[in-house]
């Protein structure tokens, strides 16, 4: 299992990288099946201020299922990264209940 985080035009503070942690750890110590977590945080209009321009993009990469990305683009960035968190949490969690109701009926069937 691995996170990786980069910053695209800004520098990634220390900060910003705590809250990323914090919002994506729990979902590695719950989905043992994640490979890797890369995410990329992005200010889409770095020289200009305001608007809803921060970006955060996850890939997930997992042993057992096709990677996805999911990406989420705020007025702020700590609510991107929340934002992306929780939607990362809920595609794993669909993808699991489809395996195990998949694995169910191949079970029932034989």
């Not at 503070?13 to 043992?32: K, M, P």
């Not at 969690?93 to 079970?107: A, E, G, I, T, W």
């Amino acid at each position: 299992m691995a996170l990786h985080i980069q910053s695209r035009s800004f520098p990634l503070t220390r900060a910003l990288e705590l809250s990323t942690q914090d919002n994506l750890l729990d979902i590695l110590e719950r989905y043992h099946q994640i490979t890797l977590l890369d995410v990329r945080l992005e200010d889409i209009n770095s020289t200009k201020h305001g608007g809803i321009d921060k970006r955060c993009q996850v890939l997930v990469r997992m042993s057992n299922s096709p990677e996805f990305v999911i990406r989420s683009t705020k007025e702020d960035m700590y609510h991107a990264i929340a934002d992306c968190a929780g939607r990362v949490k809920h595609t794993l969690s669909r993808r699991v209940m489809k395996q195990r109701k998949n694995f169910r009926q191949v079970k029932e069937a034989a």
